[in-house]
């Protein structure tokens, strides 16, 4: 598609279609059909691309053999890559992913709302980006462009200095590096780049200085530790090991085998208690992932039952959150779900105190705030209803822009609170998304 065909695109829309162009292909492993069903979407309806660049694979092997095939033929490959499948996290399938492929694919991480420290744990395996589920169109849109964003005049000098490095050229590479630094000062990629030229050079001092300047100027970085650490060990320094490990433990608190490497180092230099109690928190975490994965065992279960026996899946939803117990962030869709199964078995004011509890998570939760209004509405607590989406719409004018259907029920709510002028509008804005949507039309001629 030539450029000048495009101007009726934003600039994100750009990006991807110049990623499509240049034999760009999306890559799927989810059970989650929506998103599938969205991501085409937006290839076909919202970029107007006919030809097929979203492949979906259906297992683990599968989607080895598509990566594989595409690279072959000298395509371009995004991932999109459910964080839990089958009650199990894809944490090892990422593992492979890098191993097998090094940095020929981008991977982006579909999840439901979850801690920074999890996010933080994906980052460090080699995950590109995140995308929080549910989203609209635009949010999809927004997320793969960060992605894509081809690199920066920085970022292709910073690659010209690491290129001259691969060559063997270290005082070229450096003084590149230096140039970069007059434009961009404490940049820390620069930094670790010049610690990298010094470590090949033997200046294993130099080195260090630069990793630290690194990590002084990007705290949350962790590759200049990570740096630090291989230094340690190739000197053979244990103490200077153990102190950047545990600078890596408070950014990353996840990750169990550096916990296990913290604690059996710690050990080894005599500080046994400290030691101990790094193992006791690695096997912590591991216990609490068995528990995880047994949640979304149950999880999976009510998944699948919840449009066949609402009240069977009502108790899995109620058993997930149960062997949970201590709840967070990640907790917030389970009780999402429970909610719809409560409605979906007319009883509207049982589901609204599961989306309390799911506000007292997040308060300001814009899709359980919907659906709690719909329940509200349910209940015939109409000015709760009203109210509840009034503070909803005041945070994000623009929600649900891109679905008839919750466009259509915020009109309902305004109808039923007899605010005929909004109801009005917003059953405009669902037949402008979807001018054939039979229900927003009949509600449009009533009001008429």
């Given at each position: ?307 066949i026996d609402a009240s ?26 429970l909610g719809i199964c409560?409605r979906q078995q007319k ?102």
């Open positions: 598609m030539a450029l000048k065909d495009r101007i009726k695109y934003s600039k994100y829309e750009k990006i991807i279609l110049d990623f499509i162009d240049k034999k760009g292909v999306f890559i799927t492993y989810t059970k989650d059909n929506m998103f599938i069903k969205l991501l085409t979407r937006m290839v076909v309806k919202q970029l107007g691309i006919q030809k097929p660049c979203v492949i979906t694979a259906s297992s683990q092997k599968d989607l080895l053999s598509k990566i594989a095939s595409e690279l072959k033929v000298g395509n371009r490959v995004v991932l999109f890559l459910e964080r839990v499948i089958d009650g199990i996290q894809t944490t090892n399938l990422i593992t492979t992913l890098k191993e097998t492929f090094k940095n020929k694919i981008l991977i982006i991480m579909l999840t439901t709302e979850v801690e920074k420290e999890i996010l933080i744990k994906f980052f460090e395996l080699g995950v590109n980006n995140f995308i929080t589920k549910p989203l609209s169109v635009n949010t999809l849109i927004e997320k793969i462009a960060f992605t894509l964003k081809p690199p920066s005049k920085l970022g292709e000098k910073i690659e010209e200095a690491r290129r001259l490095l691969q060559k063997g050229q270290y005082k070229a590479a450096l003084k590149k590096c230096d140039e970069i630094l007059k434009v961009k000062p404490n940049s820390a990629a620069v930094y670790i780049l010049k610690g990298d030229i010094y470590k090949v050079m033997g200046d294993v001092e130099k080195a260090k200085e630069f990793y630290l300047k690194a990590h002084h100027n990007w705290q949350l970085f962790l590759d200049p530790l990570k740096k630090l650490a291989e230094l340690a060990k190739e000197q053979g320094n244990k103490e200077e090991l153990l102190e950047v490990l545990k600078k890596l433990d408070k950014l990353s608190p996840l990750n169990i085998d550096r916990k296990v490497e913290i604690g059996t180092t710690a050990v080894e230099l005599g500080k046994k208690e400290e030691g101990e109690q790094y193992l006791d928190e690695a096997i912590k975490i591991a216990a609490k992932h068995a528990k995880e994965e047994l949640g979304n065992l149950a999880l999976k279960i009510a998944d699948g039952l919840i449009d069977l899946a009502e108790k899995f939803y109620r058993k997930a959150l149960d062997i949970k117990k201590k709840w967070d962030v990640s907790d917030i869709e389970t009780f999402n779900r409560l009883k509207p004011l049982l589901a609204i105190e599961e989306y309390k509890k799911a506000l007292k998570l997040d308060p300001y939760n814009e899709r359980i705030m919907y659906n709690m209004a719909l329940a509200y509405l349910e209940a015939k607590e109409v000015e709760k209803a009203r109210d509840l989406i009034n503070v909803m719409l005041r945070r994000n004018p623009d929600f649900g822009t891109d679905n008839e259907v919750v466009l259509y029920n915020i009109g309902m709510i305004y109808y039923k609170a007899q605010e005929f002028d909004k109801a009005k509008e917003f059953f405009k804005r669902s037949l402008q998304t979807n001018p054939d949507y039979t229900l927003a039309q009949q509600m449009l001629q009533r009001l008429s």
